[in-house]
């Protein structure tokens, strides 16, 4: 077994990523190697691009970010056509009037009210709107979103961020209240959908990490809701949500 960077037999303890890259473990250990903090592939330091908020990028995920409005378009469709294929509905069928916005680490923080943190990708805000004349004849008042995901994301992480923030506005929007494990586990399986949905090779990778996040809302959440999923099915599990039955 060789050493990816000094191309030497191993011998000795070593590391190695998902996509079995195997480095000596004097490399990893000294900071010359670093894991990408998007695909976690184990590269030089020195090759990476290094962003303020402390995230290292590998040359292949650079290639992939996404920073453009086009891209988010055409992303924001892929995701939201197979939700709603899934029964997932909103008001603005389409959510034209839902602004997506590319966001740094520190903004993404100050808009949570939390600490800086790179693990928090993306926030939705939604406000309750009623008109004069609403108010008068009782109408529904007017749900206004808005998406914030975290810079420098590739296209699949970017989709299920994107997927996960939709299925907080599809909450919001039933005025939906669950329990933040069944909350944020619903979120997480809308970005499981989209790893289904988006064609990338990285795509199990990211799957992975959800499937083995230990964290007891956003882990064992989603869990606990794709085994809903597996038992009785998108279109049940939307029903048992809206009857807070999660």
């Not at 030089?44 to 040359?59: I, P, V």
């Not at 009037?97 to 903004?107: F, G, K, L, Y």
């Not at 996040?213 to 009785?232: A, C, I, T």
Request: charged share 25%; proline share 4%; net charge positive.
């Amino acid at each position: 077994m060789k050493c990816v960077i000094c191309q030497k037999n191993i011998v000795g303890p070593y590391y190695t990523d998902y996509w079995e890259n195997h480095v000596c473990a004097g490399h990893y250990e000294t900071g010359e190697v670093q894991m990408c903090s998007s695909c976690g592939a184990l590269t030089l330091k020195s090759e990476q691009m290094q962003l303020s908020d402390g995230r290292h990028l590998c040359n292949s995920c650079v290639q992939q970010v996404i920073s453009r409005p086009d891209q988010v378009a055409k992303i924001k469709k892929l995701v939201l056509s197979r939700l709603i294929d899934e029964g997932v509905r909103f008001q603005d069928r389409h959510l034209d009037s839902v602004p997506i916005d590319i966001m740094s680490a520190r903004e993404i923080s100050e808009l949570r009210g939390h600490p800086l943190s790179i693990k928090n990708k993306g926030v939705t805000r939604t406000r309750r709107v009623t008109s004069f004349g609403g108010k008068l004849f009782g109408m529904k008042p007017k749900m206004l979103h808005h998406i914030y995901i975290l810079d420098y994301l590739i296209k699949i992480e970017f989709a299920g961020t994107l997927a996960h923030e939709i299925m907080h506005v599809w909450q919001n929007e039933n005025q939906i209240k669950l329990a933040p494990p069944q909350s944020e586990g619903l979120c997480n399986l809308g970005a499981w959908l989209a790893f289904t949905t988006i064609s990338s090779v990285k795509a199990p990778y990211f799957m992975k990490l959800l499937q083995e996040n230990p964290d007891p809302v956003y882990g064992d959440g989603f869990r606990y809701v794709h085994s809903l999923f597996e038992k009785y099915g998108w279109e049940e599990l939307l029903r048992m949500a809206k009857n807070r039955k999660l």
